[in-house]
């Protein structure tokens, strides 16, 4: 069974900085792209970055130059650097396959408020 654990999300001013993680197991992580998307209310759920086994990245045209996607293959663990956070980025974050599995975790809430 596929189990995705995110964290690192929080409360942050406009123009700061949070780490997200994310743990998987019940899949071959090491050979699968993974990716980060996030869900605001009201809204459908949206990729917003992804990395493929090999490492290569793609991400979302509002995120570009602000997140970093990352992997480490020997923790099965994805992470999302975001930098220079706006109001419109907050959401629920979570990590899943690219394309994604039908499981998904319970994400974690990144809101940017003043």
């Known amino acids: 069974q596929v189990q995705l654990v995110e964290s690192g999300g929080g409360l942050v001013q406009p123009g700061g900085s949070l780490r997200l993680s994310c743990t998987a197991s019940?899949?071959?992580?090491?050979?699968?792209?993974m990716g980060w998307y996030r869900q605001s209310p009201g809204k459908q759920r949206e990729l917003v970055a992804s990395i493929t086994s090999s490492g290569s990245t793609n991400y979302e045209d509002s995120v570009k130059g602000r997140f970093t996607i990352s992997r480490d293959n020997a923790l099965s663990a994805v992470y999302l650097q975001m930098n220079s956070l706006k109001f419109e980025d907050t959401a629920v974050y979570y990590c899943?396959?690219?394309?994604?599995?039908?499981?998904w975790g319970r994400g974690t809430q990144v809101t940017v408020s003043a």
């Open positions: 019940g899949i071959i992580f090491s050979i699968k792209a």
């Open positions: 899943n396959r690219e394309p994604p599995t039908e499981y």
